[in-house]
């Protein structure tokens, strides 16, 4: 696959759209993921991740290829998302009922395997819990906990997209751990 990626980045290079256009259809579903995962939003996530593929087409030039192209990329799409995190403190949360429907949320929304209602309800609870407490941490934990937990990223690419040494990348990804784990200590013990 990387050798895939490494040919269609040197056509690219060479003027090949279309060669982007299998880059972009390779890595979209993942950097979009990535996006909502971070702001919390579809539309704002959508905006991301174009902006993402249009910066990685204007910076093609720029890109190293002594790294991996996803490691490249999602660096790009992390910034966007800690750019526009930072310029706009979320006003909306995911777990707020849809406009429209009696109750539902956008996690009430999402397909699965038939699972049963009340395993579904479950999960979404739990599932809304843990997104909330992840918006909650600081940018810096946040952004470490997705990438290693969510994106499933080693500690050595999560270094290099967020320009920081892999042992910041452990304390920030421990102290990530250890706030959530407090907050869950607390609503366990409210039950």
């Known amino acids: 696959m990387d050798a895939l990626i490494a040919n269609m980045v040197t ?9 982007f256009e299998g880059i972009v259809d390779l890595f979209k579903d993942k950097i979009y993921r990535h996006c909502f995962r971070m702001v919390g939003n579809g539309h704002e996530a959508e905006d991301l991740a174009q902006e993402t593929f249009l910066r990685a087409y204007r910076n093609i030039g720029k890109y190293n290829s002594e790294y991996k192209f996803s490691t490249w990329i999602f660096r790009i799409a992390t910034n966007l998302c800690i750019d526009r995190l930072r310029k706009k403190k979320p006003d909306y949360y995911l777990d707020a009922e849809v406009p ?3 109750g539902a949320t956008m996690y009430s ?7 049963l209602p009340e395993e579904v309800v479950t999960e979404n609870e739990e599932w ?3 997104q909330a407490e992840i918006m909650k941490l600081p940018e810096k934990y946040r952004t470490a906990i ?3 937990y969510v994106e499933d990223l080693s500690l050595e690419e ?3 997209i967020m320009d920081i040494p892999v042992p910041t990348v452990k304390t920030r990804i421990h102290r990530g751990r250890e706030a959530l784990k407090k ?9």
């Open 11 to 19: 056509q690219v290079k060479k003027g090949d759209q279309e060669a």
């Open 100 to 102: 429209g429907t009696e």
């Open 146 to 148: 997705l990438l290693k």
């Open 158 to 160: 999560i270094s290099k």
């Open 128 to 130: 809304n819990e843990l």
């Open 109 to 115: 929304q999402l397909s699965s395997e038939e699972p």
């Open 183 to 191: 907050v869950f200590q607390m609503v366990v013990k409210t039950r």
